[in-house]
């Protein structure tokens, strides 16, 4: 099964990117005398966009197998759980849907699914 990832944090976090960018970008304008500034601009924003996207963009979370796998933030690498080894699941909802997760050994980790409600259902069922 496959959930995918809210669109509405998916923008927050590509308005953070860009935000932090503009700022990286302005110190380095501030803190150094380039000649062709436009040059620095357009080719860190090519590379800030192909990091972003190519690392740090969300991916679906997937249930196969009784196991549940999703990237954590800021993360490269798919995390998989035991469905039987979660303990509790909170759903809550301030700009975006979050699915919070709690493992019987005290792991807690944070899901942004676009629909919540589906995905607990699911959770809970395997309990």
């Known amino acids: 099964m496959k959930f995918k990832i809210d669109k509405r944090y998916i923008a927050i976090q590509s308005l953070l990117a860009i935000v932090g960018y503009m700022l990286g970008v302005c110190i380095v304008l501030k803190c150094l005398d380039l000649r062709t500034p436009l040059e620095f601009v357009g080719s860190s924003l090519v590379a800030g966009i192909t990091i972003f996207f190519a690392l740090f963009y969300p991916r679906n979370i997937l249930i196969k197998d009784g196991r549940i796998s999703f990237v954590k933030r800021n993360s490269f690498e798919r995390t998989e759980v035991n469905l039987a ?6 759903r809550s909802y301030k700009f975006y ?26 959770i809970n069922s395997y309990k």
């Open 85 to 90: 080894a979660i303990s509790q699941v909170e």
């Open 97 to 122: 849907n979050t699915l919070t997760i709690i493992t019987k050994e005290g792991r807690m980790y944070k899901l942004y699914p676009e629909d919540a409600q589906e995905l607990e259902n699911v």
